[in-house]
C-alpha cells in the first residue's frame, strides 16, 4: 500500500543509487559535492525510516525527514556546483560529520534531532554563507515577534515572564521550580500562575483569611504543575476569575459587599468546602455578578418598568439568600434543606429573568439597525411578552420563549469581512466570483425579512434558516481572506521550522474553498438554499485546516516573509533548534503529526484509495479544529 513516507524513502534511494553511480566516474574535486548530495539524503531517509519505526510519537522526525527531503534540490544546487578548493573542506568536514552522526537521526526524541542535525549541518551553512552571502538564520518566530503587550510595545516574553515570576509571593524553591519549566513547553502553565497571581495581588479587599488560604493555593498549585499538569491550577483560575470579576465591579465604584461575603464562603482553596457545594456557590456568585452588572446595559426605556420590578425582585432575593449562605460552608445537607433550596431557586430565577431582559434590549438594538420601522413592531412584542417575567409562575416559559429570539440575534450582526464584501476587495472577487454586491444585496434583504418576523412574534421563520445558511457562507468566507495570500505563496508556511507540507496539499485545499465558495455565493444569489447547503457541506472537510492555516499566516506571515527560502532556508532550519519562547513551542509534536497526515491524506487520494484518504482527512480535520482550538483559547 503506497504511503508518502514510502514513496519519499524510493525516490531518495533511487537519487542516491545515481549519485553514487556519478561519483564513481567523477573528478575528484567534483565527488566532495556528490558525497554531500548522498549523505542529506542518506540523512532524510534515516530520519523517515525512525519516523516510520515510532508510529505516531516519530512525527517530529518526519518533519525534519520530509523537509530535507523538499530543500534536496536547493542544496543540490549549492553543492554540486561548487569546486573552490576552500569551500571543498566545508562540504569534507559536513560528509564526515553526517557519516558519525547518522545512527543518532534514527530516532523519536526531538531533542536528539535536534542535537544531531545542528553539528551535522553546520558546515553546510558556512558554504551557505560563503557563496550566497546570506547567513542562515532561526525559523522559529519568538513569542514577542508576533505578541504585543498591552501598551502596544513589543516585549520579549521570555525576559517579561522572568520578570513577573520573581514577583511571586511563593517560597523561594517554587520560584525556581517555576522558572526552569518556563523554559520549556509547560511556559503556558507558568504565564497561567502568573496571571491568577495578579488578580490576586490586586484584590487588597479580601479578608486575612482567604487572602492567606489563596496565596498557600497558589503555592501549592505552582508547586505542582511539573506533576499534574495544571489539574489544580485550573481550580484556583475559577477562583481567581470571580475575583477578577469582582474587583472589576470595585473599580467601577459598585457596592460589592455581598459578592465578597460570597466569594468567602467558595474558597477555601484548601478544599474544606466540598465540590458539590463550591459549583452551587460558583454558580449564585455569576448569578450575583450579572444581577450586578445589569445596570451597564440598561433595555429601552419601553421595557424600564419590568426591569425595575425585576431588579427590585432580584435584590431581595439575593438579600434572603445571603442571610442563610453560611450554611453552605458549615451544614453538609443545605442543599437537601426545601428551605433553603427554595432560597437559591428563588435567586435564580429572578437572575435569569432580569438577564434576559438585559439581553432583549441588544437584541432590539440589533434590529433597529437593521430596519427601524420593523424593529418598532418588535419592541411592541417585547414590551407585551416581558411581563411575563414578573409573573413567578409565568416566568420559566417567558425566559424560554424570549431566549428563542436570543439564538436568532447574531444573525443580525454583520461580520468584520461584510466591510471587504461590500468594498469588492480581492479578496471578496475570488470568493464571490465578482458577486459580492449581490451577495450583499440578498443578506440585507434575510436580515430585513427575519426582523420583519421577529415584529409578529415569529422565531424559527423562513427568513432565520435563510440567514443562517447565508451567515455559514460569510464565516466561510472569512476564513478564506486570509487564506487568498497564503495561497498565492503555498511556501511561505514552509518556511516555518514547526510545519513541513506538501504544497499540492495547500493548493488543493486552499484552491478548493474559493472555487466552492463562488458556487455557494451564485446558489444563494439566485435564492437556491439547498444548492448553497451542498457547497457548504462539501468546503467541511477541507475548513479545518484552511481556517487554521488562516490563523497561523495572519500571525507568522511578517516574521516569516523576513526569512529566506533557498538552501539558507532549509539550512537554518536545520542548525538552529528552538528557543524556550519560540511561538507555539508547546504544539511542535502536535502540528508535526497534522503535516504527517496531510502528507498521507493526499498521497492516498492521488492513488485513489478513497476509503483511507477519506479517513485521514476526517483524522486532519479533528487534529487541525483541536490544534486552533488551543492556538485560540484564552
Known amino acids: 500500500m503506497p504511503t508518502y513516507t514510502g514513496e519519499l524513502g524510493s525516490a531518495l534511494q533511487k537519487e542516491i543509487e545515481d549519485l553514487a553511480r556519478r561519483d564513481r566516474g567523477a573528478a575528484e574535486s567534483d565527488r566532495p559535492g ?28 518526519f518533519l525534519a525527514g520530509a523537509r530535507l527531503a523538499r530543500g534536496r534540490a536547493a542544496l543540490d544546487t549549492l553543492v554540486l556546483a561548487e569546486s573552490r578548493p576552500d569551500l571543498r573542506d566545508a562540504l569534507d568536514r559536513f560528509n564526515g560529520a553526517a557519516v558519525d552522526l547518522a545512527a543518532w537521526v534514527r530516532t523519536a526524541d526531538p531533542a536528539t534531532i535536534d542535537a544531531a542535525l545542528a553539528p551535522m549541518f553546520e558546515p553546510i551553512a558556512g558554504l551557505v554563507e560563503a557563496t550566497t552571502g546570506v547567513a542562515p538564520s532561526s525559523h522559529w518566530p519568538l513569542a514577542s515577534e508576533v505578541r504585543v503587550a498591552g501598551d502596544g510595545a513589543t516585549v520579549s516574553a521570555r525576559v517579561a515572564l522572568r520578570g513577573r515570576i520573581e514577583t511571586l509571593a511563593v517560597p523561594a524553591a517554587v520560584r525556581a521550580s517555576l522558572r526552569r519549566i518556563a523554559g520549556g513547553p509547560q511556559r503556558g502553565l507558568v504565564e497561567r500562575v502568573v496571571d491568577a497571581s495578579d488578580v490576586l495581588q490586586r484584590a487588597d479587599w479580601l479578608d486575612g483569611e482567604s487572602a492567606a488560604a489563596y496565596r498557600s493555593w497558589l503555592g501549592h498549585a505552582a508547586a ?74 440598561r433595555p429601552p426605556r419601553a421595557l424600564r418598568s419590568v426591569f425595575g420590578r425585576l431588579k427590585r425582585s432580584c ?134 425579512a427575519l426582523v420583519a418576523a421577529w415584529a409578529q412574534g415569529e422565531v424559527d421563520s423562513a427568513a432565520a434558516a435563510r440567514a443562517r445558511g447565508e451567515r455559514r457562507l460569510l464565516v466561510a468566507m472569512g476564513d478564506c481572506v486570509g487564506i487568498v495570500n497564503t495561497s498565492r505563496d503555498p511556501d511561505l508556511l514552509n518556511r516555518w521550522a514547526a510545519w513541513e507540507m506538501p504544497a499540492t496539499v495547500l493548493r488543493r485545499s486552499l484552491a478548493d474553498l474559493p472555487a466552492r465558495l463562488k458556487l455557494a455565493t451564485a446558489a444563494a444569489v439566485r435564492g437556491d438554499g439547498a444548492a448553497m447547503t451542498e457547497q457548504l457541506d462539501k468546503i467541511d472537510p477541507d475548513a479545518p485546516l484552511a481556517q487554521l492555516v488562516n490563523h497561523l499566516g495572519r500571525h507568522l506571515h511578517d516574521a516569516l516573509a523576513r526569512l529566506p527560502g533557498g538552501s539558507a532556508g532549509v539550512v537554518g532550519q536545520m542548525v538552529i533548534p528552538p528557543p524556550a519562547d519560540a511561538q507555539w513551542i508547546e504544539q511542535r509534536a502536535a502540528l508535526a503529526v497534522l503535516c504527517r497526515t496531510a502528507a498521507e491524506a493526499e498521497t492516498a487520494r492521488r492513488h485513489e484509495r478513497t476509503d483511507a484518504a477519506d479517513e485521514l482527512q476526517e483524522h486532519l480535520s479533528n487534529q487541525a479544529r483541536e490544534l486552533l482550538r488551543r492556538m485560540t483559547r484564552p
Open 34 to 61: 556528490l558525497r554531500a548530495a548522498i549523505n542529506y539524503r542518506l540523512t532524510a531517509v534515516e530520519l523517515l525510516i525512525g519516523a516510520e519505526d515510532a508510529g505516531a510519537n516519530g512525527s517530529i522526525a
Open 224 to 297: 505542582a504543575l511539573e506533576r499534574d499538569g495544571g489539574e489544580r491550577l485550573a481550580r484556583l483560575e475559577e477562583s481567581t476569575r470571580i475575583v477578577a470579576a469582582i474587583q472589576e465591579r470595585r473599580d467601577d465604584g459598585a457596592d460589592t459587599r455581598s459578592l465578597a461575603t460570597t466569594l468567602a464562603m467558595i474558597d477555601r482553596p484548601d478544599g474544606t468546602v466540598p465540590p458539590t457545594r463550591r459549583a452551587t456557590l460558583e454558580e449564585i456568585v455569576d448569578r450575583m455578578l450579572v444581577a450586578h452588572e445589569a445596570d451597564e446595559q
Open 315 to 448: 435584590q431581595k432575593a439575593e438579600r434572603n439568600l445571603l442571610g442563610a449562605i453560611e450554611r453552605l460552608g458549615t451544614d453538609p445537607d443545605a442543599l437537601a434543606d426545601p428551605s433553603f433550596s427554595s432560597l437559591v431557586a428563588d435567586h435564580a430565577r429572578w437572575a435569569t429573568s432580569l438577564d434576559v431582559l438585559r439581553q432583549a434590549g441588544t437584541w432590539a438594538a440589533a434590529a433597529e439597525r437593521v430596519d427601524p420601522r420593523a424593529a418598532r413592531g418588535f419592541m411592541a412584542h417585547l414590551k407585551r411578552r416581558a411581563v411575563g417575567l414578573v409573573d413567578p409562575s409565568r416566568a420559566p416559559a417567558t425566559v424560554r420563549e424570549l431566549s428563542r429570539f436570543g439564538a436568532e440575534a447574531e444573525l443580525l450582526e454583520p461580520l468584520a469581512w461584510e466591510t471587504d464584501l461590500a468594498a469588492g476587495r480581492p479578496a471578496a472577487l475570488v470568493s464571490t466570483g465578482g458577486l459580492h454586491l449581490e451577495l450583499t444585496d440578498v443578506v440585507r434583504a434575510t436580515r430585513q
